[in-house]
């Protein structure tokens, strides 16, 4: 993150976070880059209803903010994949945390079924 970045993070340290992973699709992308490296259309099938062009700017943004690697590899056609940094995966307190609270609310207020 640059010097400029930092001056501009909130106060509050929850917005911060929020700042960072507010966007559905960037819970979901980190989600599935727990599980190791993957390439874009993996990511892409395994999201779903997210385009091209707003799952691209998702991983640009995570890229830029430090929690996610991307790797192109010299290859026709060319192979890109995305790894989370050491700052992503220390995110997975967080998002175990977000699994666990919405499957108590599934089981006591939904269907029950486990699609996370």
């Not at 976070?17 to 259309?41: A, E, N, P, Q, Y």
């Not at 290859?75 to 666990?100: F, I, K």
Request: with cysteine; charged share 25%.
């Amino acid at each position: 993150m640059s010097e400029i970045q930092k001056k501009e993070l909130p106060a509050c340290p929850v917005e911060t976070t929020l700042m960072l992973i507010s966007d559905r699709w960037k819970v979901l992308i980190l989600r599935d880059l727990l599980g190791g490296t993957r390439r874009f259309g993996e990511l892409k099938k395994s999201i779903g209803a997210v385009s091209q062009k707003v799952l691209t700017a998702n991983l640009r943004s995570m890229e830029r903010d430090g929690l996610v690697n991307r790797t192109v590899y010299a290859e026709v056609p060319p192979r890109v994949e995305y790894t989370l940094t050491e700052l992503g995966y220390s995110l997975r307190p967080v998002l175990d945390a977000m699994m666990s609270w919405g499957e108590n609310y599934k089981k006591n207020n939904g269907d029950g079924s486990h699609a996370g």
